[in-house]
């Protein structure tokens, strides 16, 4: 079965700092990876998605996040927090089967970022 | 273009009493879900509709039950609610066009108290 494991339920950050977002998955096949973004007292948006173009990929607000197999790693990072960028993120993954798009989200990662 | 709509935004009910959460999503999407947000759990998908007339349960769908009124609107609805399910229910659409990279868009959530 596919899943993802997102590591630390709270981040924090200084303004400024580099923001890095780990999250692992389990998949016996190819996955296909999204990162969304939900901000308080609302919906979730997505960041960006692997879809195996590039495993390099990058999102909105400056985000991006690298695929890299040998680790079953799909970390998101973003090289200079701003105070706008604190919320939760999820990681998900697809789990493709039938005619929808079922996804599977990881616990989430709140972020803080201070002064 | 309002995206996906959820109403109401708040309730609070008595065990035993029952309701509906209304969905609305006007990007002519496909598929259609519910999700439930509990602290420390991501997002659980309840039921999904991978097309009009069609519904399917998802991971927790003991005591709910849905309807895909039509290709905009998906119901959700709770006979005899419960404590247990307290929580915030989350609507999304996708298009299912490709279904592995297939993105989903949310709406606001329903914040839903059982007393």
């Known amino acids: 079965a596919q899943s993802v494991t997102q590591l630390g339920s709270h981040v924090s950050v200084s303004e400024g700092a580099l923001v890095l977002l780990r999250c692992n998955y389990s998949?016996?096949?190819?996955?296909?990876l999204f990162w969304y973004v939900q901000y308080p007292n609302q919906g979730l948006q997505l960041l960006l998605k692997?879809?195996?173009?590039?495993?390099l990929v990058k999102g909105i607000n400056g985000f991006e996040a690298e695929f890299k197999k040998s680790e079953t790693s799909f970390h998101l990072t973003k090289p200079s927090a701003h105070m706008s960028d604190a919320a939760e993120y999820f990681c998900?993954?697809?789990?493709?089967?039938?005619?929808?798009?079922?996804?599977?989200f990881g616990t989430g990662t709140r972020l803080q970022v201070t002064l | 273009n309002a995206g996906v709509t959820q109403t109401p935004k708040f309730q609070v009910l008595k065990t035993g009493q029952s309701m509906t959460l209304q969905c609305a999503q006007d990007m002519n999407h496909n598929s259609m879900y519910w999700y439930r947000q509990d602290p420390g759990m991501g997002l659980r998908l309840i039921y999904y509709s991978a097309s009009e007339g069609t519904t399917d349960k998802g991971e927790v769908p003991n005591g709910y039950n849905v309807s895909r009124l039509n290709k905009r609107e998906f119901s959700l609805r709770l006979e005899s609610a419960a404590p247990s399910q307290t929580s915030v229910y989350f609507c999304a659409s996708s298009e299912a066009r490709i279904i592995r990279i297939d993105t989903q868009y949310f709406g606001p959530g329903t914040r839903l108290t059982v007393l």
């Open positions: 692997y879809t195996s173009a590039a495993t």
């Open positions: 998949s016996s096949v190819p996955p296909y």
């Open positions: 998900a993954v697809i789990r493709n089967t039938g005619t929808a798009s079922k996804l599977t």
